[in-house]
C-alpha cells in the first residue's frame, strides 16, 4: 500500500450531507439510484448516481445523512451528471452499504 503524506489526504474534501430526494434510475448499466444531496452553505445540493439497491430504496433514503467527496470533477453517469461520490463500504456480498455518522451532525460539516 503507498503512503500518501496529510497534506495530501486534506486535499480530499469530505463532508456530511442529508439525501433530499431519491429517484430510480433504470436507465443506469447496473441497478442504481439517483441521489440529491445538500450540503448546505456554498456548496448547496449536489447529484449522484450510486450502486445501493441491494440495501436502499429511494423512499427510505431521503433525510438520510451520508458522507460524500465533493471536490472531484462531475462524472457523466448515463444520461445522469454525478457531482459527488458518496461513501460506501461493501458487505460480506460486496454490496454497498452506506457511510454515515452514527449521530446527526450539521450539514456541510468537514471530515477531518
Do not use: C
Amino acid at each position: 500500500m503507498a503512503e500518501i503524506s496529510f497534506d495530501d489526504f486534506m486535499k480530499v474534501d469530505i463532508r456530511t450531507g442529508k439525501i433530499v430526494d431519491a429517484q430510480p434510475y433504470p436507465e443506469a448499466r447496473k441497478p442504481a439510484i439517483k441521489l440529491w444531496v445538500d450540503f448546505g452553505g456554498d456548496l448547496g445540493i449536489k447529484k449522484s448516481s450510486a450502486q445501493i439497491t441491494k440495501h436502499y430504496t429511494p423512499d427510505e433514503l431521503i433525510g438520510k445523512q451520508v458522507i460524500a467527496v465533493v471536490n472531484f470533477p462531475p462524472r457523466q453517469i448515463g444520461k445522469f451528471m454525478s457531482e459527488i461520490l458518496v461513501l460506501g463500504v461493501p458487505d460480506e456480498d460486496g454490496e454497498v452499504v452506506l457511510l454515515a455518522p452514527d449521530k446527526e451532525v450539521p450539514i456541510g460539516g468537514r471530515m477531518f
